[in-house]
């Protein structure tokens, strides 16, 4: 079975730095085609994506957002860290991490979130 | 960048009804588009992978098709549990959501 649970802090502060940390169990992510993706939903609003690590350390980030992400794992401890700088109200939202499948076929290639994680509310004020 | 569309935006149905709520991308992504449900204060859910592919564990009332830019959602006969919105989602991008409430 498959868990993974967000944890990190719940209130930042204008311009600092989340580190949030996603620990997860049931898979290994050395194992190929595996990944963990960092997706967000500010409060009644859709779901925006924002990162994703892959098995071979492979990284995709947000284009919107990529200047201030950074993801990365730690497979001996089974975490994902994920750190976003210079944080402002507008990044008030739950924080979801999520496993990763990613399947190739010939020349196309795609991949899905299944399972997530609780989610974690990140409240950005002063 | 592919940009997702979902139509319609939110829609009131009764239960038993079938429901079916389509997703367009800007650009052909071949089949590899899935479907999530999200209940309020819940994750989100993965109900349909690969465009037409039911996860395990999901009823068959649920089902997807479509390939290139076109795909659709369909819940065969709305249950109550079913109320909520849905999301499709390629790669690194969701579309905007459907609300799914009681007529």
């Known amino acids: 079975q498959i868990t993974l649970k967000e944890s990190g802090p719940t209130l930042v502060k204008p311009t600092q730095t989340l580190t949030l940390t996603c620990t997860f169990s049931g898979f290994s992510l050395s194992t190929s085609g595996v990944g963990v993706g960092w997706i967000r939903q500010p409060p009644g609003k859709a779901l925006e994506w924002l990162a994703l690590?892959?098995?071979?350390?492979?990284?995709r980030y947000s284009p919107s957002l990529k200047s201030r992400l950074t993801i990365t794992k730690d497979t001996s401890k089974n975490q994902v860290v994920l750190t976003m700088t210079n944080m402002d109200p507008v990044d008030t939202a739950t924080y979801y991490c999520?496993?990763?499948?990613?399947?190739?076929?010939?020349?196309?290639?795609?991949?899905?979130?299944?399972?997530w994680g609780q989610g974690t509310l990140v409240t950005v004020s002063s | 960048d592919i940009q997702m569309t979902q139509s319609p935006s939110s829609l009131s149905a009764s239960v038993g009804d079938r429901v079916t709520i389509t997703c367009r991308a800007s650009?052909?992504?071949?089949?590899?588009l899935n479907w999530y449900q999200q209940k309020p204060g819940k994750a989100p859910k993965l109900l349909i992978y690969?465009?037409?592919s039911l996860q395990s564990g999901v009823p068959s009332r649920f089902s997807g098709s479509g390939s290139g830019t076109d795909f659709t959602l369909t819940i065969s006969s709305l249950q109550p549990e079913d109320f909520a919105t849905y999301y499709c989602q390629q790669k690194f991008t969701f579309g905007p959501g459907t609300k799914v409430d009681i007529k």
């Open positions: 690969a465009a037409s």
């Open positions: 650009q052909s992504i071949s089949s590899y």
């Open positions: 999520a496993h990763a499948l990613v399947v190739v076929v010939a020349a196309t290639w795609g991949n899905w979130f299944d399972p």
């Open positions: 690590i892959y098995w071979n350390d492979d990284k």
